[in-house]
């Protein structure tokens, strides 16, 4: 079954908006990505929280974790045209005895649209 | 560093060929995977590999497909007899102290 689940699944907002996305996910985790996903092109890496800490920044990127009810959210502040993708959460495990390698579960995605 | 590089970026493929993906990890990356992501669908997770190692294929189809990263060279994901249904994007990643890093993918297109 599909571990992180984003809602909503599709978000349009105007210029200038703040945008929230949420994942839901199911079993525990060492920590939790954030990927963004342009049409037609590769993911790029945008925050990674662990599973010890609660928020963490990264310029126009705020992310939380309640590991406790399992979720997180992305918001991006001050939206701009070039922020229109989509966005993925995906948790991560590791591979154990293997030092520095872990297992990414992808949600489905949140497409964010936003509108000049 | 050029990052992850994949190729082809795209390939078209009739039912019944073969197709193979090639992906070249990160300088100093030891750990390579494979996802696949069918259209308007997250990521799924495939094959881990390690040089010359199969760590866990979970993910990987049980016929038709297999993965391999030897020695020298890139990793390789093979796709024998491809089907309409095979018709997807492939990324690979590489990582070493678990940050992952993503390759551009290969689009496959079964006709």
């Known amino acids: 079954s599909q571990q992180g689940e984003e809602d909503p699944q599709a978000l349009s907002i105007q210029e200038g908006e703040n945008a929230t996305m949420n994942c839901s996910y199911k079993?525990?985790?060492?920590?939790l990505q954030w990927y963004r996903q342009n049409s037609g092109r590769g993911l790029v890496h945008l925050i990674l929280?662990?599973?010890?800490?609660r928020e963490k920044h990264s310029g126009r990127l705020r992310v939380t974790l309640d590991t406790s009810k399992k979720s997180s959210s992305l918001l991006i502040t001050a939206s701009r045209a070039a922020d229109t993708a989509s966005y993925f959460c995906a948790t991560a495990n590791p591979f154990f005895g293997f030092q520095g390698a872990q297992k990414l579960v992808f949600g489905q995605g949140t497409r964010l649209t936003i509108n000049p | 560093n050029a990052g992850v590089m994949q190729n082809p970026r795209h390939l078209v493929r009739r039912r019944g060929q073969e197709a193979r993906l090639r992906c070249s990890p990160m300088k100093g990356h030891s750990h390579v995977y494979w996802y696949r992501q069918l259209p308007e669908e997250g990521l799924k997770f495939m094959v881990y590999?390690?040089?010359?190692?199969?760590?866990?294929e979970s993910g990987m189809p049980k016929e038709r497909f297999s993965a391999e990263f030897p020695k020298e060279g890139p990793s390789i994901l093979r796709i024998q007899q491809v089907v309409r249904g095979d018709s997807a994007a492939y990324f690979c990643a590489s990582s070493r102290n678990y940050g992952y890093t993503f390759g551009s993918g290969t689009r496959l297109t079964v006709v």
């Open positions: 929280i662990r599973s010890n800490e």
């Open positions: 079993t525990s985790i060492n920590n």
């Open positions: 590999l390690q040089k010359e190692n199969i760590i866990d």
